[in-house]
């Protein structure tokens, strides 16, 4: 998908989004089933592009899937604008995984890391300054509209916090099963149930780039976590020219065989 393309499209997928939030105010009966349609389409957008990528690789690329990464290695920031599926799967050429912004020079994380191990409350931290100036000047974020709101969610991150450090991380499947109530939405929505999972990308070079779940990856870091899930979305290129080459049997790709994105394919099977 072109750069015009992907603008067009997340300006549409918008568009959709704001219709359908204003049809839900004025009518919330019909939550439920715009919920089932996003997710219906979402679904066929992604299945469309695994068909596509079965014909041009070996290694098969699995949206859904959920990887085993230290949270440690997700060192860098690669965000994208509009809905998540839109690059579920994706594997693409070019520059995109090109950055310079570390995940821990992030304001959120280092809010993170002053309140839960200094004691500086939210609201002396520079991310509770700018979100706060953002919601004020009319920008909704994370659902706040007003200071209070934001405040109210900084009180239900102590309690994430909380959560994961006695409960340890969970997926968004394993805490709808233990009834947490935070969870939305009927557990057959895949689209909706994988959208709060930690997202990341792969760099040309089998890095990954943090994209989304920032709360969750800057507690499993300052909880020194050996694992989190992780969800992947788009992959470079040449990456996926090293996972091919791997279920290909190339031996000069064989080391590689410990890498979180190459569990579950076998060495040579495509040979």
């Known amino acids: 998908m072109s750069t015009q393309d992907a603008s067009l499209a997340g300006r549409l997928d918008e568009a959709v989004r704001d219709?359908?939030?204003?049809?839900?105010?004025?009518?919330p009966e019909f939550e439920a089933?715009?919920?089932?349609?996003?997710?219906?389409?979402?679904?066929?957008?992604?299945?469309?592009?695994?068909?596509?990528?079965?014909?041009?690789?070996?290694?098969?690329?699995?949206?859904?899937?959920?990887?085993d990464?230290?949270?440690?290695?997700?060192?860098?920031?690669?965000?994208?604008?509009?809905?998540?599926?839109r690059h579920?799967?994706?594997?693409?050429?070019?520059?995109?995984?090109?950055?310079?912004?570390?995940?821990e020079e992030m304001d959120v994380y280092r809010a993170y890391e002053r309140h839960f191990e200094d004691g500086v409350p939210w609201e002396e931290t520079a991310f509770f300054d700018r979100v706060v100036a953002e919601v004020e000047s009319g920008r909704e974020k994370w659902g706040c509209a007003s200071r209070a709101a934001f405040e109210r969610r900084c009180r239900r991150l102590d309690d994430?916090?909380?959560?994961?450090?006695?409960?340890?991380?969970?997926t968004q499947a394993e805490l709808r099963e233990a009834g947490d109530a935070t969870i939305k939405g009927p557990a057959s929505l895949k689209t909706e149930r994988y959208k709060d999972e930690i997202a990341v990308h792969v760099d040309r070079n089998g890095e990954f780039l943090f994209e989304d779940g920032r709360n969750r990856l800057s507690i499993a870091k300052l909880l020194d976590l050996d694992s989190v899930p992780v969800r992947v979305l788009r992959r470079h290129?040449?990456?996926?020219?090293?996972?091919?080459?791997?279920?290909?049997?190339?031996?000069?790709?064989?080391?590689?065989?410990?890498?979180p994105d190459l569990a579950g394919l076998a060495f040579g099977s495509k040979s």
């Open 19 to 27: 219709a359908g939030s204003r049809l839900v105010a004025a009518r």
């Open 33 to 67: 089933a715009l919920l089932r349609a996003r997710d219906l389409y979402a679904r066929g957008f992604v299945a469309a592009r695994v068909a596509a990528n079965r014909v041009r690789f070996d290694a098969p690329v699995r949206p859904y899937r959920l990887l």
């Open 69 to 85: 990464v230290d949270p440690h290695d997700v060192e860098y920031v690669r965000e994208f604008e509009g809905p998540k599926f």
């Open 88 to 103: 579920a799967g994706l594997v693409a050429g070019g520059d995109w995984d090109r950055t310079d912004l570390r995940f």
């Open 160 to 170: 994430l916090y909380e959560d994961i450090a006695t409960e340890g991380f969970r």
């Open 237 to 259: 290129a040449d990456w996926q020219r090293l996972r091919d080459a791997y279920v290909a049997g190339d031996e000069r790709v064989r080391g590689w065989g410990d890498h």
